[in-house]
């Protein structure tokens, strides 16, 4: 179904309440609307039609029409079409109608824009502070255009502390995080646990938060921005880089080379190659199986040194400028590469083999963490997380970018929900992308890597991108501006909607499988009880204890 | 079945045996396209500050302190490596070399701070930088008759400072 039925459907209901619609692309659909309609037009896209909840978005347009803009994103994954709900709202006291009661996974989003930019969302069921730091005064909106990006408000207090909300009688809370070994960013969950399970909990992040769309607006321009765009993630980097530049492409209307997109889709694939050996290992360390948390990062390494002979490093590939992209895959880069499946393929094939009958790692993964195919739909789950509990997306398929509808593959589907079904899916998702690879390598046709660029790109123009990323579905939004640089530039990384559902996945499960249900979605490891010295003049080594480093550290 | 797959799990552990590199004792040679630090040679470079314009982390930065001398500098902090600088450089001046080991506790061990001699444009007034050395010793203020101090910049008072201009004026870091 293209967009443009989609769009008569909508019409069909709505005839008074479209104002304006751009349909730029076959896959892409622009629904302005009035404010006062907003709630139920969302309804029925979300509940009517059937679509998946993607993110929330508003900006700061007073410079150029005087108002805020607020949009909703969604996606109809069947019909293969993003579509954005506008509304257009004035510049003083910017209100917009929540959808949070429609649409549970829009809370985190509507709350950051009232952080972000001062827009309330009227009716939102808790409306309370997300992103901003505690200490941060009201009424300064860091994203707006009159903020500067390096302003820091009169009345900012560092020390403030989150007013936690009070746990339910009969709980008892239990601190996990901001720092724990098994989260990979400082995050807070507030648990509440009644005897040996959690009945609720309450969650502060955004600790890390470093501004990088307000840079995006402000400082960097847009060949700068792929290069920020890829330290979102440490390890789903390439995944922002290539999104953020689709998203400016289909904004400005620009075609990339045919194998600049091959180039990308090997790169993606690499990058999910690497991602998903390093989760399975890190979700047996969390469990305590640490033999196949050393052997998936042995082979997972062939794939880091891959991807540093195509593109000058293991991580962080700067692989993306607007119109293409920078490395050339050479024929013998691809001899190697071929190679590197072939020892790879074989490898995970025994390890698969081995992993499927581990009654151990069954027991400790089984039944925890469920997530129900409504929870899905609610929250807008992705990627491994949806596909495990038998929900059928995958952007690559959905919604295809770079090469992937020039590719067979399968897209892997469990039904358990549960966490072992992760594990299943992204076992099998190797294979999948070492098919790809293949069929890559095999059909990259010669040409340049980069288009030529005439002039300035266009000014004003909404672009929307969605990638796959090993996590799941990573979203940009891009408004093309002027100076060289865009007005707004929204990251909607995997695990905003995916922790979300957090809350959910945990609630009446045992505290001991608190790690491993949030390790399935995002996996870390900061845990370190011994450091090795090295002098290399002598080349004698020693390994300090946790007790001798303890001992050091008081004799200071 | 779970005895077997604990089987299997040993096997492939018995058949990869000692993987992990002895590093920092022996450095693996890097690929061809490693992205290290980056090096600016001062001999190729004509000045025309695209790196400084193309670098997504401000790190480099142009000053012109006169009519004459042209300051580009690297600072090397938030450097990302991503190599725009390189890609961009219209002479190939910039090159990523293979150094990877640079934590320091001195920033001036990674950063460089290249003193461009450049001409004035009889027609336009704006600075471009002579053709070769020769050319530039033709210029008023080259000079090479202190050896340790070899580039002297003539200022517009007329006479010659005794250090050279670029010392005596602060450069913002950050």
Redesign the interface.
């Known amino acids: 179904m293209p967009a443009w039925k989609i769009l008569n459907r909508i019409k069909e209901r709505f005839a008074a309440a479209v104002e304006r619609t751009d349909v730029p692309a076959n896959n892409r659909l622009f629904v302005h609307v009035r404010p006062g309609d907003l709630r139920e037009v969302c309804r029925h896209v979300f509940r009517d039609m059937d679509a998946r909840y993607v993110i929330s978005i508003g900006w700061d347009d007073r410079p150029h029409s005087g108002g805020f803009v607020v949009s909703h994103h969604f996606s109809f994954d069947k019909a293969g079409v993003l579509c954005c709900v506008l509304v257009r709202l004035p510049g003083d006291h910017p209100k917009v109608d929540s959808v949070s009661e429609i649409i549970p996974g829009a809370n985190w989003a509507e709350r950051e824009f009232q952080d972000l930019l001062g827009i309330c969302p009227e009716g939102h069921p808790w409306p309370k502070r997300l992103v901003l730091p505690d200490g941060w005064p009201e009424g300064v909106h860091p994203l707006r255009k009159d903020v500067a990006w390096n302003h820091v408000p009169e009345g900012y207090n560092h020390d403030a502390e989150h007013r936690f909300e009070d746990p339910p009688p009969g709980c008892v809370v239990v601190p996990f995080g901001p720092f724990h070994p098994t989260l990979d960013e400082p995050e807070h969950f507030r648990l509440y646990v009644e005897g040996e399970f959690v009945r609720g909990c309450e969650y502060r992040g955004f600790m890390v938060h470093r501004g990088i769309e307000k840079l995006g607006d402000s400082v960097l321009t847009y060949n700068d921005i792929p290069m920020a765009a890829e330290r979102i993630c440490g390890i789903c980097g390439s995944v922002h880089n290539v999104a953020y530049a689709q998203a400016v492409e289909q904004a400005a209307a620009l075609g990339v080379p045919l194998r600049a997109e091959y180039v990308r889709t090997i790169m993606l694939e690499l990058e999910r190659l690497h991602s998903h050996l390093l989760w399975v290992g890190l979700a047996c360390h969390i469990v305590g199986f640490d033999t196949l948390f050393m052997q998936s990062f042995r082979i997972r390494e062939p794939v880091m040194w891959m991807a540093e002979k195509i593109s000058g490093n293991r991580k962080t590939y700067a692989l993306c400028v607007i119109g293409g992209v920078r490395w050339e895959i050479t024929h013998d880069l691809k001899d190697e590469m071929r190679a590197m499946l072939k020892t790879l393929e074989k490898e995970w094939l025994a390890v698969a083999g081995a992993v499927k009958g581990d009654r151990n790692l069954q027991k400790r993964t089984k039944g925890i963490g469920v997530t129900s195919k409504e929870l899905v739909k609610e929250m807008g789950l992705v990627g491994p997380i949806a596909r495990a509990a038998g929900v059928n997306i995958d952007c690559r398929r959905d919604l295809p970018y770079a090469a992937y509808d020039k590719v067979d593959f399968d897209v892997v589907v469990h039904e358990g929900g549960d966490v072992w079904s992760r594990v299943l899916v992204r076992v099998l998702e190797v294979f999948e992308s070492i098919r790809i690879i293949r069929q890559c390598l095999d059909r990259m046709p010669d040409g340049p890597l980069q288009a030529k660029l005439n002039g300035e790109l266009p000014v004003g123009r909404l672009g929307v991108s969605s990638v796959e990323a090993p996590r799941g579905e990573s979203h940009h939004m891009v408004v093309t501006g002027e100076n060289n640089r865009p007005r707004r530039w929204r990251v909607r990384a995997p695990t905003y909607q995916n922790l979300q559902g957090i809350p959910a996945m945990i609630k009446d499960q045992r505290l001991a499988d608190m790690t491993i249900s949030l390790g399935s979605i995002d996996p870390c490891f900061s845990c370190t009880d011994r450091v090795e010295t090295l002098d290399i003049r002598t080349g004698g080594s020693q390994v300090y204890t946790q007790t001798e480093l303890l001992q050091m550290t008081r004799q200071r | ?2 005895l ?3 089987i ?2 040993t ?3 018995f058949k ?1 045996g000692r ?1 992990t590199l002895p590093y ?2 022996e450095t693996r040679p ?2 061809p ?3 290290g630090r980056p090096v600016f040679d001062a001999a190729k470079c004509v000045g025309c500050g695209g790196c400084a314009s ?5 790190e480099i930065l142009m000053v012109d302190l006169c009519q004459e001398v042209r300051v580009v500098k690297y600072i090397g902090r938030r450097c ?5 600088c390189a ?1 961009v450089c219209p002479e190939k001046a910039i090159t ?1 070399s293979k150094e990877f080991e640079t934590a320091t506790n001195e920033i001036h061990d990674i950063q460089q701070e290249l003193e461009l001699f450049m001409g004035t444009c009889q027609r336009c007034g704006r600075c471009f930088t002579d053709a070769g050395p020769l050319d530039q010793l033709k210029m008023k203020g080259y000079r090479f008759d202190e050896l340790d101090k070899d580039r002297w910049v003539y200022r517009s008072a007329g006479y010659l400072e005794k250090e050279a201009a670029v010392r005596d004026i602060e450069i913002e870091m950050d």
């Open positions: 079945m779970s077997l797959s604990k299997k799990e096997l492939i552990c990869a993987v920092p004792r890097v690929p396209r490693f992205r193309n670098c997504p982390a401000r990302t490596y991503c190599g725009r890609d990523m």
